[in-house]
């Protein structure tokens, strides 16, 4: 038993309370109860603290009650009714999951912490806990996405980490939170890889701060360096091998791959949203099954070569062609997702992209429209525009240089 | 120039007329035309000759004419309009699309024949034309499908290339021939792989008869030993390599990727049906995208491991997961292909799918069922079908021993 002689359990910390940290809160919380001498029982959920009333057409508006129609803190209601009734309706929560307004105090003892924040919020609630996070916790990210620009590719989990100065691995996968959260059947990959560490006493002094963090270049990384400089976990408690962290992840309704691909991962959840409006497009055209299968299917090769190009030693063709992370995303993004939609929208309507943003997203930007203008910034700044033809007409098409229906040349293959 | 000192040009036979055959005649016909060094001018396409009567609808309709509500013998309506108005009607056909009834007159002298016949065809019309083809000719087979018994797998290129004692090659990819003929964009994949053959004149006599052309049993194909007896083609016609092939089939709307797996690309349209019907199933229940793109997923890794467990030499695990032939063509029949949409209905209904096959197919059988049972009863003969839960899964679900429901946990990685 990988548990043998283990003294300490593992304390998990979601931080996060929006639809997908809600849910990663619920399944996690289910996992650490079946798993009792792996992990202790209570599972921490950070919450954004704010004020909500009880809709009227929830299951617990009680008319009668004295608190009807009155505000009430989100972390209260959370701990009482064991129900998000603001971001993820009518799931009850196990009462294990414990909401924590206090984001310094819920990660206190903590040795898995996963991330579910909105994008932008990770580095302002990283740099909270610079110093406050126990020195050999573990993170997993599970916020889809990159950050992009000309001076090269930062992952969110590479962001967390090096902020906290503790290892993070990354989840993503074809996972509608609310799907899952009704414990519909889905599949998730998650890419964990820890570096070897520094196993000595007393923990190192003088993690870095927030302004010493800098974008990651492509080819610049050295996690040997890194590596060198963050803490074992002490013999004391389970490791943390692939098979412990499968334990916290996997359900019977939520299949868990575990890989070692933390850049594929990350990759596979940015690029997804450029295809999707690809498929957006060519099925906005009326083209039907053949084209949008096409243009998926190019798609992924440009994220295979992609990560080859930009993360040579580290990505995995096979992270895009046969995990949840990679194909099965693309899918689930090109069936139903919000770039799709859009995307086809605005050539049914003859619309830009933008006017549909304007219009039916009330001007929020969609994460595709973002990430093909960031992919194509930092392509153009390598000169590699022309090996990417899917993702430049994607962007091209958004600049209203070339027209959807000129997609099948632009990508054709010269031979 | 490839083409430098050759004195022959290619003659093209395409043997079948329905939807499929008549829009692979229609785009090789466009291509010939343009490579003219390669090809003659004149694509045969044999026509299996019936009395067609032009429907009221059809543009072709002439209520004045004296054929009005006439019938009139199909090859003779496909050499007069240019249409044919019976299996693919509005699409008009390039003049040098010659409908000819007689299978061996059509076949003469060809070097190149594109088989796009009905699977259970292929045996008969084959017959007809053995010691008849030129004995250098190359095929290459656009039926999807393979023939799975107990004893063995026999590809459909196989079957026909056995036959007539010629190179058969494989065309598929994510192609709704409607779609295709509309000049809607589309992609495929062709195997073509000639092995060494024997370029010494006189060409061999006795080509073998139906009657020896056993099932190929896994393990058992001598590919260097049948290669002895092909014949090599002369150096008077331009070399059939990946490059000249690909102009023969690759249009602005049909892009083609050239492999060398015959038998990957020939598995990879017969068993995508078995993941449609698991597909169609998940969706039945109302479970969603997620859960779709992972049954979607899961089934293309069953088939790379039902090609490596069957097929190890020949076939690549590329070609499932990074080719048309492979996960698009899942992509297009899990999003709206028949066999997903009976099975998705067999749920909804709350039937079998054996009642909706009589109910909506007149009760002709579904190709995801017959798979499915044929793949089942091959693997069960081989001791492996746990090694396939997706597609025992669904044999069983179609046998009435396990339900849609339990998919996830009969499918679930056991770690």
Redesign the interface.
């Known amino acids: 038993m990988a548990t043998l002689g283990a003294q300490h359990k593992h304390k998990v910390t979601v931080v996060g309370s929006g639809n997908w940290g809600t849910t990663m809160s619920k399944l996690v919380a289910e996992n650490v109860k079946e798993n009792p001498t792996l992990f202790e029982e209570t599972v921490q959920m950070w919450v954004y603290e704010e004020d909500v009333v009880i809709p009227k057409e929830s299951r617990h508006y009680d008319a009668g009650s004295e608190t009807a129609n009155k505000p009430q803190k989100l972390s209260h209601l959370i701990n009482t009714i064991h129900e998000n009734v603001k971001y993820l309706p009518n799931i009850t929560l196990p009462p294990n999951v414990v909401a924590n307004p206090d984001v310094v105090d819920s990660v206190k003892d903590s040795t898995i912490l996963i991330f579910v924040l909105p994008h932008q919020f990770i580095p302002r609630v990283c740099d909270q806990l610079i110093g406050k996070t126990m020195p050999w916790a573990r993170a997993i990210c599970c916020t889809k996405g990159v950050d992009v620009g000309e001076k090269g590719i930062r992952l969110m989990s590479e962001a967390i980490g090096m902020r906290l100065n503790i290892y993070c691995g990354a989840l993503s996968?074809?996972?509608?939170a609310s799907?899952?959260a009704q414990e519909?059947?889905?599949?998730t990959t998650i890419a964990y890889d820890p570096p070897p560490m520094d196993s000595r006493n007393p923990t190192p002094k003088g993690s870095p701060t927030s302004s010493q963090v800098d974008l990651i270049s492509p080819s610049k990384t050295v996690p040997s360096a890194r590596s060198a400089r963050l803490k074992a976990l002490p013999s004391e408690y389970p490791p943390l091998s692939h098979?412990n962290v499968?334990k916290l992840f996997?359900r019977?309704?939520f299949?868990v791959?575990m890989v070692s691909d933390v850049a594929g991962v990350s990759l596979g959840g940015a690029l997804k949203n450029i295809i999707a409006l690809a498929a957006g497009f060519?099925d906005g055209l009326g083209?039907?099954?053949?084209?949008?299968?096409?243009v998926?299917?190019?798609g992924?090769?440009e994220m295979v070569r992609f990560g080859k190009a930009f993360f040579a030693d580290s990505v995995k063709t096979?992270t895009f062609?046969?995990?949840?992370c990679g194909?099965?995303?693309v899918?689930?993004s090109c069936?139903?997702g919000r770039n799709f939609r859009c995307a086809k929208m605005a050539i049914e309507r003859g619309e830009t992209i933008f006017e549909i943003e304007q219009k039916e997203l009330n001007g929020q930007k969609l994460q595709g429209t973002s990430t093909a203008y960031e992919v194509n910034s930092f392509l153009k700044s390598q000169g590699m525009e022309k090996d990417f033809p899917l993702f430049t007409a994607v962007y091209n098409i958004l600049e209203g240089n070339v027209k959807p229906e000129q997609?099948?040349?632009l990508i054709?293959?010269k031979?």
């Open positions: 996968g074809a996972n509608i799907e899952i519909k059947y889905s599949e098979e499968r996997h019977p309704y299949h791959r060519v083209w039907g099954d053949n084209a949008k299968a096409a998926m299917r190019v992924i090769l096979s062609t046969e995990e949840s194909v099965a995303d899918v689930t069936m139903g997609i099948p040349e054709e293959p031979q």
